[in-house]
Each structure stands twice: as structure tokens, then as C-alpha cells.
């Protein structure tokens, strides 16, 4: 039996033309699709940092009209690199002790500082901003690291007390003098992830075992340990409230370790082990004999700053401010020219191990001709996040590309690049909570 031939019914494979023609046909397929996948995804991210912002706004504020309590919205950066946004709630007031009491340095005489106490809303969960994104708060000018006087004594209230912000130390023998940076507004961000998490606060007593105190010069603890900024509400009204003195927020710190000040019968007053803040906040401000001594003297006083005062770790300084700026961190690192983050705080903070304060990485600057110190960084934090974008392109703060006398919303001109903001604005409506979109 004879077979007949049939090219039809024989395997054919690819020609070598044939699979380039395919593969490249697939190049550019993915070169359409990955940058549209990229801004898709980038739009997402954005579009919830926006909205995480206007719901924490707005909760914040319904807070305020519902319970008839003052309310507001902290925001906080945590160790793991994300951007936190916590409703809280006023419980009442302390007096403060102007310079760190835990060194048992604490005297009846010693100034005092009226401030508000803030707490988490009882069982409520805290907003965070998509990994990659953060926020920054507008500073009025003024409101810097403030200068304030009790007792017969001159010194500044601790807000954002860097050097970075003009501030060399409190001293009461030589009162702050009226410094320009202190006196200027700024764009701030949050300072609550770099202080010593072992330690109740600086200086304190309390070392746990194994561990070195990162904070132990005189002046730096004597700075404010963890700070950030806050929308907040008044009571009843829900109007926003602008200025006045920064304000003391529970935010506990997470770890058991460095509670040794309470101990037996003031075992209570651990904060890492309290599930309603509103309730424990309360309890610490009215109680008058807090270590059940039957009696009330100065040490309940040392305990009550020990636990909620402005140099206990498990609160942070918080100034009103009416304007936020949302952004992308890498989008604020490109533009002030780092290299890139800090590798153990994840951004432009070196950890509180390397100096014992809050303070930028200069570092990540390394051959930069314009950033040079810590008050270019904080310059060019604001310059960024309200818009000049091209100060670092032409080398300079005064950065008025076509020539108008503005250094912002420059145009390309003279080879020089236009100014192209990245950060987003918003502004709060005073009456009504809204945030409003600034338009550039």
C-alpha cells in the first residue's frame, strides 16, 4: 500500500524572523503598558493619601460637634516608615514643667508651661498613609519654638527645637533672643519615630539593663523628645482651631522596657498597658495622691510630668497648624538632591543613636554644593513643598529662573527649568473643616 505526501500534515516551526518580529511586537506592548501600569498605580496611591486625609479631617471634626469635646487629628511617623493619622480628644490640663523633671531636678518653684493633654478616641483605629507617602504641616511665623515666661524666667516652649529651627538650647540665665529662622513660617514634618524607645524620657533615672542612654547632654535633654503637628476642633462649634500653644498627645510607646518609675502601687500609670486612653488620661491629670501615699507632695507631681509631661516618651508636642502638603518621600528626596534615605530611619532623619537629638542626615547630602548644614535642609524642605522645585537645578535658594522677583511658579527660561510642584496643598476652611485644594 503506497502513502501519499502531504506538506499540509508535517510540523512547522518558527522562522527566526518570525520570532523576532514576535518578540519585539511584545517589547512594545510592555513598553505601552508598564508606564501606564506604573501611572495607574501611582494615581491610586495618590488618590488614597488624599482620601486618608480628608477622612481623618473629617472624623476628626465630627468629633468635636457630636461629643461637644475639643477633638483633632495628630499625625505621627513610626518606626517602620509609615505615615500615621490619630483622632484624639481633649481630656484637660497639665502644668508642665518648662525644663525635663525626670532627672529629679524638679523644684516648686521650677516654671510650668499651662498645656492641653490630648488622648487616642477610646477603641478607635488610627489612619496611615500609603507606605511611600507622607504629609507635612505649615508652621505660622511665630509659632517656632515660641518664647514664653513663668516664675520670673524667660525661656521657649520646646516646638521643633532644633538647631535646624534656631534653637540652641533653653537657658534661664540668657533668655532667647528673637531669631529670624524661629520668628519665619516653615513647612514641618513629623519628629515622633527618633528618640530612645527603652527610656521613659531623657534623662530619666529608669535604664534598663544592657542598655546606653543615646540622649545625655544637658542640652539635649532638655529638648522636646518626640514632636508632630495637629488639626484641630473646638468644641460644640467644630470651628478649626489656629494658633495658640502647642498641645501634649498620649501616643504610648510600644515596649515594656524603661517603666521602671511605676512600680507597686503606681503600677497603673504605665501607659503601654492602657486600653482606654481617654479614661487613664483623666485618671492621671485629677488624681491628686497618684502613688497612694495617703498624702500629696511634690513626688505625685514628678509621677504626673513622669507619665504625660512634655519629656515623657509616650507623648508628643503637637502645634495646630491649618495648612497640610501631601507627597511622595521620594519626590521631596529628589528634589533636595540626596542620595537616598537614611538606611535605618528610612528617611532624611539619622536615628537618635548617632548624636542623642533629633536631627537631618547630612550624609545623604555628600558632594552637594547647596545643602550643605541642617538650616539648608529645613530651607529647602519649605521652598520644595510650597513649589520651587528648581533651586537644586540652578544651584541656589534664590532660584528666580525668569526673573519675575519670585522664586515661585518660575518658567523655563535661559536654560533654566521650570518650577514643577509635586507636593499637594490643602487648605483647611476655618468654619466648616474642608480641605480645599491650593491650585499653582
Not at 89 to 103: S, T
Not at 161 to 184: E, H
Request: aromatic share 8%; proline share 7%; glycine share 10%.
Amino acid at each position: 500500500m503506497s502513502t501519499s505526501r502531504c506538506d499540509n500534515s508535517r510540523a512547522r516551526g518558527f522562522t527566526l524572523i518570525e520570532l523576532i518580529a514576535v518578540v519585539t511586537l511584545l517589547l512594545v506592548v510592555l513598553g505601552i503598558a508598564v508606564p501606564a501600569f506604573t501611572g495607574m498605580v501611582n494615581a491610586s496611591e495618590q488618590s488614597l493619601a488624599e482620601n486618608t486625609l480628608r477622612v481623618g479631617v473629617t472624623v476628626a471634626r465630627d468629633m468635636a460637634v457630636l461629643n461637644g469635646r475639643d477633638s483633632g487629628l495628630l499625625f505621627t511617623r513610626e518606626a517602620n516608615g509609615r505615615t500615621r493619622l490619630i483622632p484624639v480628644i481633649k481630656v484637660g490640663e497639665i502644668e508642665d514643667a518648662a525644663f525635663n523633671p525626670l532627672d529629679g531636678s524638679l523644684q516648686p518653684n521650677s516654671p510650668v508651661i499651662t498645656r492641653d493633654v490630648y488622648a487616642p478616641v477610646p477603641f478607635s483605629t488610627p489612619l496611615q498613609m500609603p507606605r511611600g507617602w507622607t504629609l507635612a504641616g505649615y508652621a505660622e511665623p511665630g509659632s517656632i519654638d515660641a518664647a514664653t515666661s513663668s516664675n520670673n524666667a524667660v525661656f521657649t516652649e520646646g516646638w521643633y527645637d532644633s538647631i535646624a529651627y534656631g534653637d540652641t538650647g533653653r537657658n534661664l540665665i540668657q533668655p532667647p533672643a528673637i531669631d529670624p529662622v524661629r520668628d519665619a513660617g516653615h513647612w514641618i514634618l513629623p519628629e515622633t519615630a527618633y528618640f530612645d524607645r527603652f527610656m521613659q524620657g531623657p534623662g530619666s533615672g529608669e535604664v534598663p539593663n544592657g542598655f546606653t542612654p543615646s540622649v545625655s547632654s544637658a542640652i539635649d535633654i532638655n529638648r522636646t523628645p518626640r514632636q508632630s503637628f495637629m488639626v484641630r476642633f473646638d468644641a460644640t462649634t467644630g470651628a478649626m482651631s489656629r494658633g495658640g500653644r502647642p498641645a501634649l498627645v498620649l501616643d504610648p510607646r510600644p515596649t515594656s522596657l524603661g517603666r521602671g518609675a511605676f512600680v507597686g502601687p503606681t503600677r497603673w500609670m504605665r501607659a503601654d498597658r492602657v486600653e482606654d486612653y481617654e479614661a487613664w488620661v483623666d485618671r492621671v491629670l485629677v488624681s491628686q495622691d497618684l502613688d497612694g501615699s495617703m498624702t500629696v507632695d511634690p513626688f505625685d507631681r514628678e509621677l504626673r510630668l513622669t507619665a504625660l509631661g512634655n519629656f515623657s516618651n509616650d507623648t508628643v508636642l503637637a502645634g495646630a497648624v491649618s495648612r497640610l502638603a501631601i507627597f511622595e518621600e521620594r519626590d521631596l528626596l529628589s528634589g533636595l538632591g540626596a542620595s537616598g534615605p537614611n538606611r535605618e530611619t528610612g528617611w532624611i532623619y539619622q536615628p537618635i543613636e548617632e548624636d542623642g537629638r533629633i536631627a537631618f542626615d547630612m550624609d545623604i547630602y555628600a558632594g552637594s554644593q547647596l545643602i550643605t548644614d541642617p538650616e539648608d535642609v529645613r530651607l529647602g524642605i519649605t521652598r520644595w513643598v510650597q513649589g520651587d522645585t528648581n533651586f537644586l537645578a540652578m544651584g541656589t535658594f534664590e532660584s528666580d529662573g525668569d526673573g519675575d522677583t519670585n522664586v515661585y511658579g518660575d518658567l523655563e527660561s535661559n536654560g533654566n527649568p521650570a518650577d514643577a510642584p509635586l507636593a499637594r496643598i490643602y487648605f483647611i476652611h476655618p468654619g466648616t473643616g474642608e480641605l480645599t485644594e491650593v491650585q499653582r
